[in-house]
């Protein structure tokens, strides 16, 4: 059997921070308030001159080198973003140039906050196929660029980061097994409707969501992802060493880590730091637990994303 195995990972933030205090001095909001609700004490935010795929590039040069690869030993490219440079060409084919590599495929995966499940699922099924060695997957976001500033119901929520795996072949897994989903049918509950036609913009260009019913259908994909994942292995949710979930809000997180009788304890959390940075966030919290070494080699993780469309997913992998 053809199986794909983490062997790096990075990830980046942009320098400047932006604390729930901060936005208080701005916009009618408090502290007291983003915390309590969501687990948010601040957020990244990309400086002026930084792209989506500048984001990607930090973060792909740290994962290359955490695998001691160089990248020209990458032939495929999967990037994960809401928030590409521009409509064409793909931000994969934008950072292969900024990372100076010229071998293989490379091309963007668009679900959202799931978007890097996805990936990683496209990537792994690829790999698997026999026609690719070595994969560059990407999770890079400025979602400081399609909020309204002044809309005090979804401005708090994001942030703006960049996290990157890179998976080889292997004769062992690895990922043992990706579970994707969507349901179009809520997609107006979660989007950026605005769209570009005849030079102009149709639409508004800002995100727009409806919190309460996101939070309620989150909680409930979620949970059904995990138990579908470690039913096809019949895994008990005990042998599960770390759960990485996408970084929306501490309670979204809180109740799939109840539903699991998991403890907190191994939980990764990164959304008090970094907010929601949408299909960064996964890797970006993956990044961080490999290298304070809370996840060991050998150890089961399930990465599960929940997003726009609605989208939701997840990745079963042995470290
Ligand atoms: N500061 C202060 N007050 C606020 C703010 C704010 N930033 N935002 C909203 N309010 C007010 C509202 O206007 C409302 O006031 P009103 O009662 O006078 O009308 C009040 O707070 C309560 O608003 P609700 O929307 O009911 O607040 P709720 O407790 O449901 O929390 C939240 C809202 C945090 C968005 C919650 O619904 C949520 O977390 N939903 C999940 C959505 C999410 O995480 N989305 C991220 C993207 S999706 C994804 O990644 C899966």
Redesign the pocket.
């Known amino acids: 059997m053809i199986y794909t195995r983490i062997i790096g990972t990075g990830s980046y933030l942009p320098a400047q921070v932006v604390t729930n205090e901060d936005l208080s001095k701005r916009i009618?909001?408090?502290d007291e308030?983003?915390f309590s609700?969501?687990g948010i004490k601040q957020r990244h935010v990309a400086a002026e001159d930084e792209l989506t795929s500048d984001l990607a590039l930090k973060a792909s040069t740290r994962a290359l080198e955490a695998a001691g690869l160089t990248a020209s030993d990458i032939d495929l490219i999967v990037v994960a973003t809401t928030t590409p440079d521009m409509i064409f060409p793909s931000t994969a084919c934008i950072l292969q140039a900024k990372l100076g590599a010229s071998n293989g495929a490379a091309f963007d995966v668009q679900a959202v906050?799931s978007g890097f499940v996805y990936a990683m699922a496209t990537a792994d099924a690829l790999m698997r196929t026999g026609t690719y060695r070595r994969a560059l997957v990407v999770g890079a976001e400025i979602y400081s660029r399609i909020l309204n500033w002044e809309d005090?119901?979804t401005c708090?929520?994001f942030g703006d980061g960049a996290g990157a795996v890179i998976l080889e072949r292997s004769d062992r897994p690895g990922i043992l097994s990706t579970h994707l989903h969507a349901d179009g049918s809520h997609r107006d509950i979660?989007s950026v409707p605005g769209s570009i036609r005849n030079g102009q913009v149709c639409g508004s260009p800002f995100l727009t969501?409806d919190?309460?019913t996101?939070?309620k259908l989150?909680v409930k994909v979620l949970g059904e992802v995990v138990d579908e994942a470690l039913a096809q292995h019949g895994i008990e949710r005990s042998q599960l060493d770390w759960l990485i979930p996408?970084q929306?809000?501490i309670?979204?997180i809180q109740a799939t880590a109840r539903r699991l009788g998991m403890s907190m304890d191994k939980v990764v959390v990164t959304v008090d730091q970094h907010a929601?940075t949408?299909a960064a966030s996964i890797p970006l919290a993956l990044d961080l637990a490999m290298r304070d070494g809370r996840i060991q080699p050998g150890h089961l993780v399930l990465m599960q994303g929940?997003?726009g469309g609605f989208t939701w997913g997840a990745v079963l992998v042995r470290i």
Do not use: K
């Open positions: 009618d909001t408090s308030w983003i609700r969501t906050c005090r119901t708090v929520l979660l969501m919190g309460n996101v939070f989150a996408h929306a809000n309670r979204i929601n949408s929940v997003g």
